[in-house]
Every structure is written in C-alpha cells, then in structure tokens.
C-alpha cells in the first residue's frame, strides 16, 4: 500500500488527462501484483468511472484464478489416474518402460511407488 501511497499524484494525473484504454491494463496490472484490499478501495474511491474499470479487473483476476484451480484440479487428477495406472501394471509385473509409454509417468515416479 505504501508504495500506491507515492505513486497516487501521478496516478490521479493520469486518469485526469482520460486516458482510459490504460487504465484498464494499469489497474489489472496493480490488482495482480497487490492482493490489499485497502489498494483496491482507495483506486475505487478516486472516481466512479475508475471504480468500474477497478471492479473489471478484479472480475478478470477472479475468472483467471478460477481458470487456474481448474487447471491445476484436472492436472493433479490426471496425475492420480497415471499413479492409479501404473500401480496396477506394477502388481501385474508389466515392464517399467512399457509404463513410462501407457502412463507419461517418469522412471523416478514409478520407482517411487512400487
């Protein structure tokens, strides 16, 4: 917050001289780098206009942050069916590298968990 504190003048001139198509990227750029929520209030409080680009970026950082868990969810389930796979062809003696092919597993996983 303290460093929004020093660059405040200028950003307030900035706004002033309507170069709007920069906010947006300013903003979402200063609500990605600062999770204060006391940064997002005082850039909301300087003008209506402004409050509105503000709560547009942090939609935007939401929806990226949920796009990620997504991700990382399907990722690490994927990963799990893999193990799950490999385990089963480990108890049915199936050669690791016939694993590593069916799996993508690395060498060092599937030794791991056999």
Same mark, same amino acid.
């Given at each position: 917050m303290e460093?929004f504190k020093?660059i405040? /003048?200028i950003?307030?001139?900035f706004? $002033? =001289?309507?170069?709007? /198509?920069y &906010?947006?990227?300013l903003?979402?750029?200063?609500? %990605? +780098?600062d999770?204060?929520?006391?940064v997002v209030?005082?850039?909301? %409080?300087? &003008?209506?206009?402004?409050?509105e680009?503000?709560?547009?970026?942090?939609?935007?950082? $939401?929806q990226?942050g949920e $796009?990620? @868990?997504?991700? !990382?969810?399907?990722q690490? @389930?994927?990963n %799990? *069916?893999?193990?799950?796979?490999a !385990?089963s062809?480990? !108890?049915? @003696?199936e050669p690791?590298? *016939?694993?590593? %092919?069916?799996? @993508?597993l690395? *060498? =060092?996983?599937i +030794?791991?968990?056999?």
């Amino acid at each position: 917050m303290e460093w929004f504190k020093r660059i405040y /003048p200028i950003f307030i001139k900035f706004f $002033r =001289k309507n170069n709007i /198509p920069y &906010h947006d990227n300013l903003i979402y750029y200063i609500l %990605s +780098r600062d999770k204060d929520e006391k940064v997002v209030e005082k850039i909301a %409080s300087i &003008h209506l206009t402004l409050k509105e680009i503000v709560m547009s970026a942090a939609e935007r950082l $939401r929806q990226e942050g949920e $796009r990620m @868990g997504v991700q !990382k969810g399907r990722q690490e @389930g994927e990963n %799990s *069916k893999a193990i799950a796979i490999a !385990k089963s062809m480990l !108890k049915n @003696g199936e050669p690791i590298d *016939k694993i590593i %092919s069916y799996t @993508g597993l690395t *060498k =060092k996983i599937i +030794r791991s968990i056999s």
